[in-house]
């Protein structure tokens, strides 16, 4: 739920219990004063009535007028003085009218007489019903304006909270570019923007401390290894060693190997990461593509695989070595996950090049395969699982897209330039 | 000949002139900056391993003094660094070669004698085995003065069996010599190769020089 609609909930459901309680109290208290002010007219009457009767003796000559009656009736007993409201049928008006009556009995020439005033009450029925239906357009308008006007003024006040969020959104920790927030005159924001920003500082030197760890790490293992390589080698030349010694020796220069070209791959992949080939060319990518099949013409032949091209020229901006590397990781994988006798087809175009391949694997999944040690689990792990995170690294850094597709019984990636 | 390698890690020049040995060469170790300094300043080598990070400055400062002194000792440089910049800079500077870390100590014995080739100005560029002669410049291979057919191939692999004659060669190396990075996990189009040559080889010479040790690799040796 936004933020707003929440404030809007809220503060709708409050005014409006707010506006009911006091609209039915308000109806009360107005009703109220009108009808003090209504029995007030009626004693007033009540007085004319007692005065003319002291004065003459006689009850005075009853009135029928529209708003205001005075009856009287002839009574065995005194009755009790009070105040009602009564419906009285108007024959004129031909309906049933809201009246207001006061009762009372007063002693003339020793008979009792029952006295009725009564005055009209619609009037003010009217009143409060006008003077309500007033109010009630008031807060009512009231309340639109505040709405809109809050609307209005809040969506221009979390402006630059969306912003913030926006750039945020945007931020991209491996990218080159820094966070940049804009200023807002309301501190809250400005400390939301300032604590952003520190944290994304504080990130960021992570994330570099952290890519020169990868780094060193790696330079590190180097030496080891290259130390581990040149006693085996020393060691292999002993001619005393038996063929079974020899074969664990084997497996040590096997798995030596392996962790070497793991090592240079994770090297790799962390100096792609930390922006170290920023030296870009205008590269024949055509010439690039032929150089790379005569240099692999030796493995396609001996696997006897059928490669078919369709290469016009195409000039791609990026960096010649990352280029490289790209065309060979690419390659490689196409032999080696390729069959006896089976096909690769490679299509270079002004802005995009296409290598397929036909292989055993089934389709691989588009969303893992350019992960790190993504491996289809029918693969024996010859390759280090790099091979197409270094591609898709490589694609990142020279703002190329690369996807994967399996279409046709082959496995395809297309690059865009 | 007379080889420098100055190299801070002890196991790993011991392992080298323990191998460089058996061609004959003299071979030094400088374990540190200065130490590398002082010799290279008192002797003239044949070929210097130089490693790049060393306890009391960069090997590249010692690259840049030789040649600052105009010497003519060739350079290896051999770096856990492998970086182009690294191979760039350095080649630029005057290096003859850059080796990265790890490499096989028989692809390091290859570059060594591939730059005192190079080095040696009287002309000499032939390399022998036997009644092998081999003219690098030219490329060429003869057996007692025929010339022999060879594929690129074939010609990279006797080379470097002759460079590193007599001594055992791990198949790894031999692929990583023949095809660099390229051939993760191709090692078997070495066989085709080693066959071929050993054939062509046979046509002329009655002896198989070529000898397979276990599974471990080949051994060039008469």
Known sequence: MKLLSKYYRVNITATIIVVLVSSVFYYFLIHHVLLEQLDDALKVEEQEVTDHVKENNSLPQPSYYNDQQVIFFELTGPVERKFGTVKIYNKEEKEYMVTRQLIFSIKVAGKIYKVNILKSQEETEDLVKLILLITLVIVLLLLIILFLLSRFLLSRLWKPFNATVEELKKFNLSGKEKLQLKNSPINEFRDLNEAVTIMAGHVSREYDTLKVFTENASHEMQTPLAIINSKLDVLIQDESINEQQMNQLQGIYQALDRLSKLNYSLLLLTRIGNNQFTQTDNIPLDKIVKEKLIQFEELTESRRLKITTGITPAIIHCNKQLLDILLSNLLNNAIRYNMENGAISIVVSENKLVIANTSPLPALDEKQVFQRFYRHHDTTPEGNGLGLSIVKQICNDAGFSIAYFYRDNQHQFHIHF | ?222
């Open chain 2, 1 to 222: 000949m007379k080889i420098l390698i100055i190299e801070d890690e002890k196991a790993l020049s011991e392992s080298i002139v323990s191998y460089l040995k058996q061609e004959e060469y003299i071979c030094e170790i400088a374990p540190d900056f200065k130490t590398a300094l002082y010799k290279t300043a008192l002797h003239d080598y044949d070929c210097i391993v130089l490693d790049i990070t060393l306890p009391g400055g960069s090997g590249l400062d010692i690259l840049k003094d030789l040649k600052a002194n105009k010497k003519m000792d060739g350079v290896l440089i051999i770096s856990a660094k492998n970086s182009l910049e690294d191979k760039v800079v350095g080649l630029k500077i005057g290096a003859d070669d850059y080796l990265p870390k790890p490499f096989h100590l028989s692809e390091l014995s290859a570059r060594i004698a591939s730059i005192i080739r190079r080095r040696n100005f009287a002309g000499n560029n032939t390399v022998h085995f036997n009644e092998i002669t081999i003219d690098t410049m030219a490329k060429l291979v003869c057996i007692d003065n025929i010339a022999l057919d060879l594929t690129k191939k074939e010609y990279e692999l006797l080379l470097y069996f002759i460079s590193n004659k007599r001594r055992v060669i791990s198949k790894n190396a031999i692929a990583e010599h023949l095809w660099g990075d390229e051939t993760e996990g191709n090692i078997d189009f070495i066989y085709t190769h080693i066959k071929n040559l050993r054939r062509k080889l046979q046509e002329c010479i009655h002896t198989d020089y070529i000898r397979s040790v276990y599974g471990m690799g080949y051994k060039f040796t008469d």
